[in-house]
């Protein structure tokens, strides 16, 4: 997946932020606005298929091995999405960690644990007595 990602994003100077290499991913919903209201629609229908599915497809491997991954998804699983529309936000979340290290031009670094948090999402974090916090 590594390759392919890197073949397709090539020189990551040509996308002036992480948003953009997210829309040419196909991993940020269309948006519509008008007078104050605003409402998201379908993907993007002309963007890069093959960044989009290797994105996709790390997603599924990342939430399976990755702690912090899979309790994003499982968060946003708990508020309502689908599958599928769940796993699209974590590819944009990997998305924009690429966006970032590639900016920086540095390799990526597991950080360990801090005693006083976990890496979880806010919301997942687990209470001594086995009980889940929850936010928003």
Known sequence: ???????????????????????????????????????????????????????IEASWVAIGYSAYFGAFYQQRRARGKKPNTAVTIVARRMCCMFYQLLQEKRDFEKQPQRAHTQSYPRSLRVKTDGTTTACC
Do not use: D, Q
């Not at 007078?35 to 998201?40: E, L, N, R, T």
């Not at 993907?43 to 298929?49: A, D, E, F, H, V």
């Open 1 to 55: 997946m590594a390759a392919v990602i890197a073949c397709e994003i090539n020189v990551i100077e040509r996308f002036g932020s992480a948003e953009k290499l997210c829309a040419y991913a196909k991993v940020v919903p269309t948006t519509y606005a008008s007078g104050g209201k605003v409402a998201h629609g379908r993907l993007l229908p002309s963007c890069n298929k093959w960044l989009h599915w290797a994105l």
